[in-house]
Structures are given as structure tokens and as C-alpha cells.
């Protein structure tokens, strides 16, 4: 059973390009949430997606940033206009389609270097 | 401000030895917690999750132990392994709003285990 996959595992941009993040939830998990993780910090919280649905983005910063969770293929995360900041980890996790707690697989991220 | 704490960014141990990584949080909304394992340039892998109903879960090596009214809980590994060392984040969410969803993680603490 394979886990939760992203792709690509490493990602260079210039400032100004735009940056598009790949995740493949585990078989049968219908949630994916977005984290990223900046240096020295822990992973934070960005959104939280069914399929087709945005469920919860208050993580998300209101510009340039956008997800999606197609009903056929992977989640995507976009980035637009990437400025330096945006360098970090970012990590996908997926859960099952289960009330409750749930525990949320992650992904071995995305590592995003903006020059 | 930060809701999970993890005070102690780095602790080295014997192998053998018991570990004891610490977290405190400060939302009195939070009613989960878990550990994540994370090695370098993996995602954060589940290790063990209590509710906020216990005040001890215990699986194999792992015992996690919560302390509510401290907003304190911590995860003893016993005995340590080498192979034990990596970074652990301490991680809680809240049914406030219906968002038990979105994790809230701590910096980490990165654990040695000496042979």
C-alpha cells in the first residue's frame, strides 16, 4: 500500500515564476491537508481539501497561493509569482474518509528553493 | 503566538537509556495530541496519539503521558535506539468549530541516541 506521494521532491524557482506542488493522497483517503514548514519552525497548518472541495484554507496566505483536489488526479498546491520567502518544506498529508479523530499520513515533501 | 511548545530543541541519550521529550501548549481547546517522528527530508511520520479523555497511551517503547491540567504532556521511549534519533514534534488539534483537522505541531526536538 503505497503512501502518500509528492512530487517533485525538490523545486527551484526564480522570483516571479510559479511553483506547482503535486500530492497523491494514500489509496481510499479522500482528505489531503497542505503544511508548510519554514526554517527552524514546525509545520504549519494551510488547507485542508476534499475531492473537489476546499474545505478550510484560513492557513493559506490570501494572495498568490491556491489548491486544488480534482475529482480525478492529484492534489495540487500553486504558488504564483514565488518570492523568496516562500522557500520551505511543504508537506502533504492524507487521512481517511472517516468521522473523527483521524490520524493524518504525511507525504515526504516538497522542497521549495526560491533565487 | 505559539500554542504548542517543545522547549527543549535538542536532547542526547544513552542508548539504553530511557528518552523523555516534553510539550506544553497553551489552547485549552485542544482535545488530541500526537507525536511525529521525522527523519531528514521525510515527512513526518505518526507515532502515537492520545485523547484528551486518558492521561496515558502506551505502544511498545512508546508511552505518552498527558497531564491537563499542566497543559503539559510528554512521550518517554524505552529503551532508546539508535535508530530512535531524529526529530519529534509534539502536534494537537481542537474540536473548535469542528476544525479537529488542523494540527497545530511544536518546533521539534531533536533526539540523539549515542551507541
Known amino acids: 500500500n503505497a503512501g502518500v506521494m509528492q512530487n517533485p521532491r525538490h523545486l527551484v524557482r526564480r522570483r516571479g515564476q510559479e511553483a506547482r506542488l503535486r500530492c497523491s493522497p494514500m489509496?481510499?483517503?479522500?482528505?489531503v491537508y497542505w503544511y508548510r514548514q519554514l526554517p527552524e519552525e514546525g509545520l504549519k497548518f494551510m488547507v485542508y481539501?476534499?475531492?473537489?472541495?476546499?474545505?478550510?484554507e484560513s492557513g493559506m496566505p490570501k494572495e498568490r497561493f491556491s489548491a486544488e483536489f480534482p475529482k480525478e488526479g492529484p492534489s495540487i498546491l500553486r504558488i504564483q509569482q514565488v518570492v523568496r520567502g516562500d522557500s520551505a518544506a511543504y508537506f502533504c498529508?492524507?487521512?481517511?474518509?472517516?468521522?473523527?479523530?483521524?490520524?493524518?499520513?504525511f507525504g515526504p515533501g516538497t522542497r521549495l528553493l526560491v533565487l | 503566538d505559539q500554542q504548542v511548545k517543545q522547549n527543549s530543541p535538542s536532547l542526547s541519550v544513552q542508548e539504553g537509556r530511557i528518552s523523555i521529550l516534553n510539550c506544553d501548549y497553551t489552547?485549552?481547546?485542544?482535545?488530541?495530541f500526537l507525536w511525529y517522528k521525522k527523519y531528514p527530508a521525510e515527512g513526518p511520520t505518526f507515532l502515537i496519539s492520545?485523547?484528551?479523555?486518558?492521561d496515558k497511551n502506551e505502544d511498545g517503547r512508546f508511552t505518552v503521558f498527558l497531564n491537563k491540567s499542566a497543559k503539559h504532556l510528554s512521550l518517554h521511549i524505552v529503551p532508546s535506539q539508535p535508530g530512535d534519533s531524529a526529530v519529534y514534534f509534539c502536534?494537537?488539534?481542537?474540536?473548535?468549530?469542528?476544525?479537529?483537522?488542523?494540527?497545530?505541531f511544536g518546533k521539534g526536538t531533536l533526539l540523539t541516541v549515542n551507541p
Open positions: 498529508a492524507s487521512s481517511p474518509s472517516v468521522a473523527g479523530k483521524e490520524t493524518q499520513y
Open positions: 489509496k481510499g483517503h479522500s482528505h
Open positions: 481539501l476534499q475531492k473537489e472541495n476546499i474545505i478550510d
Open positions: 489552547n485549552s481547546m485542544f482535545d488530541y
Open positions: 492520545i485523547s484528551s479523555i486518558k
Open positions: 502536534a494537537a488539534s481542537g474540536n473548535s468549530g469542528g476544525s479537529n483537522y488542523k494540527l497545530t
